[in-house]
């Protein structure tokens, strides 16, 4: 492969063989092909001028990375980091842990490149229908329109932006599915992690949940008044709830426990501090708005028996296996992957 800006010379006998294949023949002119090759030079040095254009840091397989892609990309992460976990990766000791972030942050760029490239192979495509109500659904899940367009000027999307990495990642989960379609779990590998892992294994506390998401807090304890006086949740929930599942389950989540890593800290601590049939006197509020929780049924911590265990066993061998299948599927992919750094 050759570097960028480099230019490979000719070997002087294949040279010499074009030029000889160019001499005129009997009867023979040798404007027409001094014509063609004239075109031919042009045409690649064409395509050479528009294949270098662009701010761009990388060419996997000829797609372009561009560098606004990656700062942007970029930004995004040190600012979830900072909001989530409070890491300053501004701050002058957090050098060397920023140049990490970027470094991976173009990896990742990379890896769905490399991936989406895989899914169009394997003639995989996202239906204009399939991601209008996947925007839909993270419209609802965000406050309505107005308020999904204010959060993605915050994070520097336009909504067609979003579009395309909406259409991106609807095409990677059909191609990990396509993937991953034919790995299975035995029996017998349930059994010895239940076997192993035997003591380990316990059904935690557990409370059936139910939740109302509105967008202020203010609506939020209009519903609560609204129970006070004895309105039915479920009917509410159908009613006002912004979760894009509740025309499915009327507001019920189901059991949930203490660390259930589906929902913020908080909920999780009010919906344990409901009495059962019960609801939140005060509004638990959370990134996607505020809940009006109500517990219906509780459930006290036992040991795990193989027939309870076994299909949260099942579920985690599939899972860990199924990742193990795509990630050496991606390592495939990037290990025969060509690869352009324009990086300064």
């Not at 294994?201 to 004895?230: C, F, M, N, W, Y």
């Not at 501090?273 to 809940?291: D, N, T």
């Amino acid at each position: 492969m050759n570097l960028p800006g480099t230019r490979q010379e000719p070997h002087p006998q294949l040279f010499s063989q074009s030029v000889q294949e160019l001499k005129p023949g009997r009867g023979r002119s040798l404007l027409p092909q001094l014509l063609l090759l004239a075109v031919l030079l042009a045409l690649g040095a064409a395509w050479f001028w528009w294949s270098e254009q662009g701010d761009w840091v990388l060419r996997v397989n000829g797609t372009k990375i561009s560098r606004a892609d990656w700062e942007n990309e970029t930004a995004r992460t040190e600012e979830f980091l900072a909001r989530v976990y409070g890491i300053n990766l501004q701050a002058p000791e957090a050098k060397h842990m920023q140049e990490q972030v970027r470094q991976e942050v173009l990896q990742h760029l990379v890896d769905r490149t490399l991936l989406r490239q895989a899914a169009v192979r394997a003639g995989i495509e996202a239906t204009p229908a399939e991601v209008e109500a996947r925007l839909a659904a993270d419209e609802k899940r965000n406050g309505g329109a107005e308020e999904f367009r204010r959060i993605l000027n915050a994070w520097g999307f336009t909504r067609e932006q979003y579009r395309e990495k909406v259409e991106e990642m609807i095409m990677i989960e059909k191609l990990r599915r396509y993937i991953t379609r034919n790995v299975t779990v035995e029996e017998k590998e349930i059994k010895q992690s239940f076997l192993a892992r035997k003591d380990q294994l316990k059904v935690p506390e557990q409370v059936k949940v139910g939740h109302i998401l509105v967008k202020s807090e203010a609506a939020a304890r209009t519903l609560v008044r609204a129970l006070d006086q004895g309105a039915d949740f479920q009917e509410l929930a159908a009613q006002s709830s912004l979760d894009p599942g509740v025309s499915r389950n009327k507001g019920v989540l189901g059991y949930i426990t203490r660390d259930d890593p589906r929902l913020p800290e908080n909920f999780r601590a009010a919906a344990f501090q409901i009495p059962v049939g019960s609801y939140s006197r005060e509004p638990v509020k959370s990134e996607l708005g505020y809940h009006v929780l109500f517990v219906f049924d509780k459930k006290s911590p036992v040991q795990a028996k193989y027939e309870e265990a076994r299909e949260a066993l099942r579920q985690e061998l599939l899972a860990r296996k199924k990742n193990e299948v795509f990630l050496g599927f991606l390592e495939r992919l990037q290990k025969n992957g060509r690869m352009m750094y324009r990086i300064s």
